[in-house]
């Protein structure tokens, strides 16, 4: 079945620690997006991809950077989190909609 | 500068009721138009799209209407139950383009 996955769900760290949040998709989309959302706000676009090895930064200024070596997987890193990294990021794919996720919520203590 | 207004108060509604949540827009000629429902702590989901040239869409209990003119969308949701209780997102996509515009978003909660 199609359908887009992210991992971890949920992931509790320390400042200074790097991660990586998975996100792949069986969609056969080539296109693909992070975005970054707090409680109750809007969502904020902070990376995208138009296909394999294409990648641009989003509207809201990130710290994270991407890669987009296969189609199908869409990873985001953060080489050193810090507090104000503490939010829901959000994976999509779209042809034209966009299909998101389920989330991967990030606490850097 | 583009700008979506969805209203930021909650709208609250008996069940069996029809729920209209609005979508206005301003410095935007968007090609295509997009309602999606988040639940608390997930991912949105998509309901609907509807085209610029397009006045009416439906999808079971869900109907669309995009008015280009008045630069407003209104999205309803027919005998509505608890269930479709969340937050609902408009979004706003120009023709040529793949990086939508997203509301705030309105909060739907419907009462037994």
């Known amino acids: 079945e199609a359908d887009i996955y992210q991992t971890p769900r949920y992931l509790v760290i320390g400042t200074g620690k790097k991660i990586t949040l998975e996100c792949s998709q069986t969609m056969g989309h080539d296109k693909m997006y992070w975005y970054q959302q707090d409680p109750g706000m809007e969502l904020h676009l902070i990376h995208y991809s138009y296909g394999v090895n294409s990648t641009e930064k989003g509207d809201l200024s990130s710290e994270s950077t991407v890669s987009r070596i296969r189609t199908e997987h869409f990873p985001l890193t953060l080489e050193s989190a810090r507090p104000s990294h503490t939010s829901q990021y959000l994976c999509?794919?779209?042809?034209?909609?966009?299909?998101f996720g389920p989330g991967t919520r990030l606490t850097v203590l | 500068s583009q700008k979506i207004e969805q209203n930021s108060e909650a709208l609250n509604i008996q069940e069996g009721k029809t729920a209209t949540l609005t979508c206005n827009y301003t410095n935007y000629s968007p090609a295509y138009l997009q309602w999606y429902r988040q639940d608390p702590g997930r991912g949105p989901v998509f309901l609907l799209l509807?085209?610029?040239?397009?006045k009416e869409k439906r999808k079971e209990r869900l109907k669309v209407t995009f008015d280009t003119t008045l630069k407003q969308s209104l999205f309803h949701i027919t005998a509505s139950q608890p269930a479709d209780s969340a937050t609902y997102l408009c979004a706003l996509l120009s023709g040529g383009s793949y990086i939508p515009t997203f509301g705030r978003g309105t909060s739907l909660i419907v009462h037994p």
């Open positions: 509807i085209r610029e040239n397009e």
């Open positions: 999509a794919s779209s042809d034209l909609a966009q299909f």
